[in-house]
């Protein structure tokens, strides 16, 4: 059952007196502005070496591995979990750099709605198609598109090696109708081409330890990995406290977060993930997961 708010309103919060107000009030007005926001070094290099390290050889992870195709028949792959553990990838989730941060953004508690680790491999990489993440999550009865998404570079991000794109300003927007092109879930292909033709499109070309934030309804999407070199990234999704979705799916209701000071993260070190949430992708009707090949096949 999913945690009672005291209020179910459809208001921000506001912040809690422990947030520790990591962005600065020009950061919060360019995400505002923009729909997302790029914070350089967020995390260091011997956080991102543990996370990496673990990340390459953590079989419980790689075993629940699924493939997304794009229109060329590539495969994006992913492993996605909805509550945070005590693991390495849950201190990268709960700690107070990414939590507080999207609290700031916006403007109340938030709560995990789930994770993901993209894994793009040499050559094979596939593309996603433009998208707003509120075009799935509105389909699992959030009235508002009140959610923000972390995405942390594991690798450096490149456009050859498919670095994600956004178009600046199209959370403002709203949200766009969406519909199923390949085995993902898009948005509306005339509308997107119209956006083109007003809006600015940025290559967020990352290095390990970047993190981007972006808005539930930025538009957004990435090229194939035709590089010699892999793009794996971590995204941490989370849902406003007062968006508590009206009906049950395959991701979490409100969920309170234990977040965990900074410092957890080196504390926690090289530990494998031990998580009894991994998703299994049958159960989510916005995507059309391919199985066949078995999980860690290429690690």
Not at 280 to 297: N, V
Request: with cysteine; charged share 25%.
């Amino acid at each position: 059952m999913s945690a009672t708010l005291p209020a179910r309103s459809l208001r921000p919060t506001g912040l809690s007196s422990d947030n520790t107000r990591p962005l600065s009030d020009e950061q919060v007005t360019r995400f505002n502005n923009d729909g997302y926001l790029m914070v350089r070094g967020l995390f260091d290099r011997e956080e991102m070496d543990m996370l990496l390290r673990t990340a390459k050889h953590d079989q419980e992870m790689l075993r629940h591995e699924f493939g997304m195709k794009d229109r060329s028949g590539l495969a994006v792959k992913l492993s996605l979990w909805n509550h945070p553990g005590d693991d390495i990838y849950g201190m990268f989730g709960r700690c107070r750099r990414v939590v507080d941060s999207c609290e700031q953004l916006l403007g109340g508690e938030v709560y995990h709605y789930h994770s993901k680790m993209i894994l793009k491999e040499p050559k094979v990489g596939g593309a996603w198609e433009w998208h707003q993440d509120y075009g799935y999550w509105y389909k699992n009865g959030c009235l508002l598109p009140d959610m923000v998404s972390c995405l942390i570079a594991l690798d450096p991000a490149t456009r050859e090696n498919g670095c994600i794109q956004m178009m600046k300003g199209s959370h403002a927007m709203g949200r766009i109708e969406h519909g199923m092109f390949g085995g993902q879930t898009g948005a509306d292909p005339e509308r997107v081409n119209e956006a083109m033709k007003r809006l600015e499109v940025e290559y967020c070309e990352a290095a390990s330890g970047d993190a981007l934030f972006f808005h539930g309804n930025t538009l957004h999407c990435s090229g194939p990995n035709l590089s010699e070199k892999p793009r794996w990234a971590l995204i941490c999704c989370y849902n406003a406290a007062w968006n508590d979705p009206y009906k049950k799916h395959h991701h979490p209701n409100y969920t309170p977060l234990k977040k965990v000071d900074d410092s957890a993260i080196k504390a926690t070190g090289i530990r494998p993930a031990k998580n009894d949430s991994f998703m299994d992708p049958d159960t989510d009707q916005t995507i059309k997961a391919d199985k066949e090949e078995p999980a860690g096949a290429n690690s």
